[in-house]
């Protein structure tokens, strides 16, 4: 009977001496590495320009380190970006079409709208210029579509309700034009895409300037249509409203209004591109 017991302390000592302290060990190291992830999550639902242009790339990462919040980022365009704010499926917008998003925040669906940053758009055509556009209209936009419409010169538009599409549509508007006949190609597709499309066919389409410049080095594609005052694009931060019952991060978009408006980020945005391209890919305008 005491040499049963004595086997038995023999073994807790085992015990705590070899398993125990390994579980305590392991229980530790899930601790310490859950504290290095990230505490929270926001989705930020916004254009293919601002990705395709690399400023998210360039900007995002101080967000993250600094307030440890995981940006997961949705580029669409800027209608499919409102609707994922309808949908709930997103905290917060950056996009540019301004009409949509005061509709946007007068529905409801956004607490409201905050300036960020502006480009411009531009139309590119081919070094060819078919349509004449460099010497008959280099700084007139609808006289410049007119120009590719009278041509029946290849345009690409990118067909997909995002901010350079309905800009595209209420320019053609104004001139009295169509969208539509054999010259008109409607990719469906982000501005990215299309710039590279166009280039390969030798068409004319309409292209945010930050985009184009950060593909320029690898396209024939050429400015022939630019400095219109109908050819200025704002953008702008929307939260989306948190209905009772929802569990968006609410206090994250906000936070992310702050900063992305903050004079410090402010400077990021007006700085980027400079070096690269020799002047800045958006310009800052945050009140």
């Known amino acids: 009977m005491v040499q049963k017991k004595a086997m038995v302390q023999t073994v807790n000592k085992r015990f705590y001496k070899g398993v125990l302290p390994f579980a305590v060990l392991s229980l530790l190291f899930l601790l310490f590495s859950g504290c290095t992830e990230r505490a929270e999550t926001i989705t930020l639902a916004t254009t293919t320009s601002t990705e395709n242009s690399g400023l998210l790339e360039e900007i995002l990462p101080d967000f993250e380190a600094e307030h440890n919040i995981e940006v997961r980022v949705v580029a669409v365009g800027t209608g499919a970006a409102l609707d994922i704010g309808r949908g709930k499926d997103a905290e917060v917008i950056l996009v540019h079409a301004l009409e949509l998003e005061e509709e946007f925040v007068a529905e409801g669906y956004g607490t409201a709208r905050f300036p960020v940053m502006y480009n411009d758009f531009v139309i590119l055509g081919p070094p060819e210029d078919p349509a004449n556009i460099r010497e008959n209209a280099p700084n007139d936009a609808r006289g410049a579509l007119s120009l590719i419409w009278a041509e029946e010169a290849t345009f690409i538009s990118r067909g997909d309700n995002s901010g350079t599409h309905i800009m595209e549509l209420e320019l053609l508007e104004d001139a009295g034009l169509l969208s539509e006949g054999d010259f008109y190609v409607s990719a469906g597709q982000g501005m990215g895409a299309v710039i590279e499309m166009a280039d390969e066919m030798g068409a004319y389409t309409l292209a945010d300037r930050g985009t184009y410049l950060a593909l320029g080095g690898d396209l024939d594609l050429q400015v022939v249509a630019e400095g219109d005052e109908a050819l200025f694009n704002p953008y702008g931060v929307i939260p989306v409203t948190q209905d009772e019952g929802e569990h968006l991060n609410l206090e994250g978009a906000e ?15 007006g700085a980027f591109g400079i070096e690269e391209f020799g002047e800045p890919l958006f310009i800052p305008n945050a009140e």
Not at 255 to 269: D, K, L, N
Request: hydrophobic share 45%; no cysteine; proline share 7%.
């Open 255 to 269: 936070t992310f209004v702050r900063w992305i408006t903050s004079p410090r980020v402010q400077e990021m945005i």
